[in-house]
Nanobody, 123 residues
Framework: QVQLVESGGGLVQPGGSLRLSCAAS????????MGWYRQGPGGQRESVAT???????NYADSAKGRFTISRDNTKNTVYLQMNSLAPEDRAVYYC?????????????????WGQGTQVDVSS
């Protein structure tokens, strides 16, 4: 059973930093892309940053220059270093993993999500 567990959220002052972590367990055949998404109050879930198994990254415009996504494939863990946080970054941050699975002799990719971790930015 695949599970994603996030950690590292909390309350930080504007201009501060946080580092989110997401560890995937129950992985049998590997993970393709991993990523971070967020959903602010009353808003839709949006992509923040993604990273492939080979290390190719992609960032939302709002994250460029402030956030850095990285991963440790040996630990099936993805990180999001967030610097220069602003009140508009306040949201629940979700981890996503595209997991390779085998069913009835066929390979396919399945998306899994973490439970979310709250990030609050306030003075």
């Amino acid at each position: 059973q695949v599970q994603l567990v996030e950690s590292g959220g909390g309350l930080v002052q504007p201009g501060g930093s946080l580092r989110l972590s997401c560890a995937a367990s129950g992985i049998r055949f590997g993970i393709n892309a991993m990523g971070w998404y967020r959903q602010g109050p009353g808003g839709q879930r949006e992509s923040v940053a993604t990273i492939t198994s080979g290390g190719t990254t992609n960032y939302a415009d709002s994250a460029k220059g402030r956030f850095t996504i990285s991963r440790d494939n040996t630990k099936n863990t993805v990180y999001l270093q967030m610097n220069s946080l602003a009140p508009e970054d306040r949201a629940v941050y979700y981890c996503n993993a595209e997991v390779r699975e085998l069913r009835d002799g066929r390979w396919f990719w399945r998306d899994y999500w973490g439970q979310g971790t709250q990030v609050d930015v306030s003075s």
